[in-house]
């Protein structure tokens, strides 16, 4: 059974700082793709950053303040989460595009979730 597990979420000041981790388990043949997304309260679900087609990209609201990164021999991906701001609050969710064996298609997972509180 394949499980993704956010971590490193918490409460903080604005300007403080987290570090986010996704850390896949189970049976799995391949991961492409990883993702960062956040939902706040009554708001969608918004990209946040990712390692899309090989090539890292982030949202506008986070340029220059967010860093992601991948363990490719763990499938473990990273978000260095730097002057964060009360905007930044929601709980953050780790996706990633995946096969679990040879003989099967990608597709995509989802894990729980870490909350990331922010206070002015």
């Known amino acids: 059974q394949v499980q993704l597990v956010e971590s490193g979420g918490g409460s903080v000041q604005a300007g403080g700082s987290l570090r986010l981790s996704c850390v896949p388990s189970?049976?799995?043949?391949?991961?492409?793709?990883m993702a960062w997304y956040r939902q706040a309260p009554g708001k969608q679900r918004e990209f946040v950053a990712g390692?899309?087609?090989?090539?890292?990209n982030y949202a506008d609201s986070v340029k220059d303040r967010f860093t992601i990164d991948r363990h490719n021999a763990k499938n473990t991906m990273y978000m260095q989460m730097n002057s964060l701001k009360p905007e930044d609050t929601g709980v953050y969710y780790c996706?990633?595009?995946?096969?679990?064996?040879?003989?099967?298609?990608?597709?995509?997972?989802w894990g729980q979730g870490t909350q990331v509180s922010v206070s002015s």
């Open positions: 996706n990633a595009n995946l096969a679990v064996s040879v003989l099967s298609g990608m597709k995509s997972y």
């Open positions: 189970g049976s799995i043949f391949t991961i492409d793709q």
């Open positions: 390692i899309i087609n090989g090539r890292t």
